[in-house]
């Protein structure tokens, strides 16, 4: 699985986890954090309601557990990877509730909500 964006192109951030990738990398490889409950892998609706083209800044991230950054931004213990400070918008209701039926709490990453 590849986590760093391989181009500037259709750059998506995950909307449960807020890894940046590419619309190709997250169809191909699915999100690194979070697929076992999204399942985004070969599935093109899924990563594009699981998947936000609007957010807000930047993390490179290469030490997750270490990161007082990755404290503040919720994603200690996540995968080595490129970040969204903050992503707009919200996982679908029919997924928030299929995680919330898996014992998953969903908190958004828009912080402008």
């Known amino acids: 699985m590849e986590a760093i964006p ?3 192109n259709n750059m998506r951030a ?3 986890c807020s ?3 590419n619309t ?4 191909y490889d699915g999100c690194d954090n979070c697929d076992q409950w999204l399942n985004m892998r070969n599935n093109r609706e899924k ?6 083209p609007n957010y807000e800044g930047i993390i490179a991230l290469t030490q997750p ?9 919720r994603i200690r213990g996540m ?12 996982l679908p209701s029919y997924i ?17 909500v």
């Open 79 to 90: 995968i080595p990877g490129i970040y969204a400070i903050s992503v707009m918008g919200k």
């Open 47 to 52: 990563v594009m309601d699981c998947t936000s």
């Open 65 to 73: 557990d270490e990161s007082w950054v990755a404290r503040w931004q």
């Open 6 to 8: 391989k181009d500037l």
């Open 24 to 27: 190709e990398q997250f169809l």
């Open 96 to 112: 928030q509730r299929e995680l919330e039926r898996q014992g998953i709490k969903y908190r958004t990453r828009d912080m402008g």
């Open 19 to 21: 890894l940046v990738k």
């Open 14 to 16: 995950c909307m449960m």
